[in-house]
């Protein structure tokens, strides 16, 4: 036995209770997403279920000039890209606001009231929220009465293309805000409060002290936050839009993850869409990795 298998068989006898602890969580990831890697060779090959990985006939890289020939790969690629820029430009500043206001609410009642009605919409089912989404939206739904009213459209907004992308950012915001402003606030209580002090002995009122402590103090919590968002620009979702989009939609709405969802379990055509699962994989790694490396060459935060 060498001297590291020492350590680790040491380790684990003097720790093994936090080892069984954790061991679900390994058990989970194992099974549901290391061990499925191994079918990424099906992107490279005309797969049959009969004749299964090893006997199905290798094509290369078929399937990716495929999709990269198609007019579907501009259209997904557009929705995709276009979908989590405005996710990212609406939805992620919005919990670091709210979570900013939160924090200067004095009257502690008030707070944890307007904090539980916020957190509400995320702990719904998503099928609920879907559904609610489709009847507010719909002819005679509320917010489309509403909207209409005001001088905006009317008839089934769900059901237009060009409106499909606003709704989507701003259901996902109602949904979410709540939810996603509590690492901030977690990180906001972790600031000095003798800063704070010694600003207000100076002369700064709530803005600059606003400024100049609470937002570099939460600034390492936003960069990590923010590195792995654009690490996840090109999942959009996929839930929601999945339960919010339909044929008339596709236009706006249909993004690389409904694509993949459509030609593998919809037309059975599994290497083609393990294709391009896997080339929306290597571009995410792309994004994530020159990300992290910005955000460490010009902070001193990074994730790795």
Do not use: C
């Not at 500043?93 to 200067?104: C, Q, S």
């Not at 307007?114 to 702990?123: D, R």
């Not at 005001?150 to 915001?173: D, K, W, Y």
């Not at 694509?259 to 571009?283: E, K, Y």
């Amino acid at each position: 036995m060498s001297k590291r298998d020492g350590k680790i068989k040491k380790d684990f006898k003097a720790h093994w209770p936090l080892y069984l602890i954790v061991s679900p969580v390994i058990i989970y990831f194992l099974i549901f997403n290391y061990a499925p890697m191994g079918g990424i060779v099906m992107a490279f090959q005309n797969y049959n279920i009969r004749a299964g990985i090893r006997g199905s006939e290798f094509v290369g890289l078929r399937h990716f000039t495929e999709f990269f020939g198609s007019f579907q790969f501009q259209r997904v690629m557009r929705n995709t890209f276009l979908l989590s820029f405005y996710d990212l430009l609406v939805n992620f500043p919005a919990p670091i606001i709210f979570a900013l206001l939160m924090n200067e609410l004095r009257h502690l009642r008030f707070k944890r009231v307007i904090q539980t009605i916020s957190y509400m919409p995320f702990f719904i089912s998503m099928v609920v929220i879907a559904g609610l989404i489709m009847d507010f939206f719909s002819s005679s739904g509320a917010m489309t009465l509403l909207i209409s009213r005001l001088g905006g459209p009317s008839g089934n907004l769900m059901g237009q293309a060009r409106l499909f992308r606003p709704i989507f950012v701003g259901t996902n915001l109602w949904q979410t805000i709540g939810f996603s402003s509590i690492i901030y606030m977690a990180a906001l209580a972790g600031i000095d409060q003798e800063q704070y002090e010694a600003a207000t002995i100076d002369g700064a009122g709530r803005l600059k002290q606003t400024w100049y402590i609470t937002l570099p103090g939460i600034a390492p919590t936003i960069i990590i936050l923010l590195i792995l968002r654009i690490g996840q620009l090109l999942t959009v979702n996929f839930e929601r839009v999945l339960l919010l989009y339909s044929p008339a939609t596709y236009e706006t709405a249909d993004v690389i993850s409904t694509f993949v969802f459509r030609r593998g379990l919809l037309d059975f055509d599994f290497s083609f869409a393990t294709a391009v699962g896997l080339f929306n994989s290597i571009v995410a790694l792309t994004l994530i990795l020159t990300a992290n490396f910005a955000a460490r060459k010009t902070t001193e935060t990074s994730l790795f």
